[in-house]
């Protein structure tokens, strides 16, 4: 696999674009305490990629992956969300935005011990005020697109690492999400449980959803489309992956 020069660096954004951050910087701190996160980044990701972020510890990615999620709200600049900007919006919106737009999909499961895997995968409908039959219908569905159609009452102790992800997966899916969000999704499995869960991205991005994961794993980075790679919390490298036939 090879990587190109991606030609939308820095351009305006066009409504096929889900992602849009204009001039977005993070600071923490004051003084000579002050860290500057990112610094005045500007870039889109268009709606149905399936793109990677990466970089070295403190190079910004992980402050942006906190942004794009709605999860973190930058010093300067505007983040525009599926055409909404979320710059500024307080906590309530942010949770409802979180709730009905982003799936969230994280190295450590998450995952209730004293649940089922369909009681876990149906948790993000009672919070957006699914009804019971709903909830129940949806979750199996979800639960049946990552293969685990079988393991509906088992509880995170009965399963194994890859089919807790599995599970989360599902979770992160069941509200329908526009966009996939995944924080170093396999970095507590093996190899072969990696190829699986990438599998499972690979299916979903075919459905039209949004896919961002943030990886340190280039293996992992090379299975999307597009690779972003951050240095000093500004972008060194934006380029598309080319697969080899």
Do not use: W
């Not at 009804?131 to 009452?153: M, N, S």
């Not at 194994?160 to 599902?170: D, F, L």
């Amino acid at each position: 696999m090879q990587t190109l020069p991606h030609p939308h660096l820095g351009t305006t954004a066009s409504p096929g674009n889900l992602i849009r951050l204009e001039s977005i910087s993070k600071i923490y701190g004051a003084g000579e305490a002050t860290v500057q996160a990112l610094n005045n980044v500007h870039l889109t990701i268009a709606r149905g990629s399936y793109c990677a972020i990466m970089g070295a510890s403190g190079s910004g990615k992980s402050t942006l992956m906190n942004i794009i999620g709605c999860l973190d709200q930058p010093t300067l600049g505007h983040y525009f969300l599926d055409g909404i900007d979320v710059s500024s919006l307080e906590e309530g919106a942010l949770a409802q935005i979180r709730n009905q737009k982003i799936g969230f999909v994280f190295q450590q499961f998450y995952l209730l011990p004293q649940m089922s895997a369909l009681e876990n995968v149906m948790l993000p409908m009672i919070y957006g005020g699914a009804p019971p039959q709903e909830r129940r219908r949806r979750a199996e569905e979800a639960l049946e697109r990552v293969g685990l159609a079988h393991r509906l009452q088992n509880r995170p102790n009965q399963l194994s690492g890859g089919q807790q992800q599995r599970v989360a997966i599902a979770r992160a899916i069941v509200n329908r999400p526009l966009l996939l969000l995944a924080d170093e999704p396999t970095g507590a499995l093996d190899s072969r449980t990696t190829e699986e869960v990438l599998d499972i991205f690979q299916s979903l991005h075919q459905t039209g959803i949004t896919i961002v994961v943030v990886t340190h794993e280039a293996d992992v980075a090379q299975h999307t489309e597009r690779v972003i790679t951050f240095q000093d919390g500004k972008i060194k490298q934006d380029a598309q992956v080319r697969r080899s036939s």
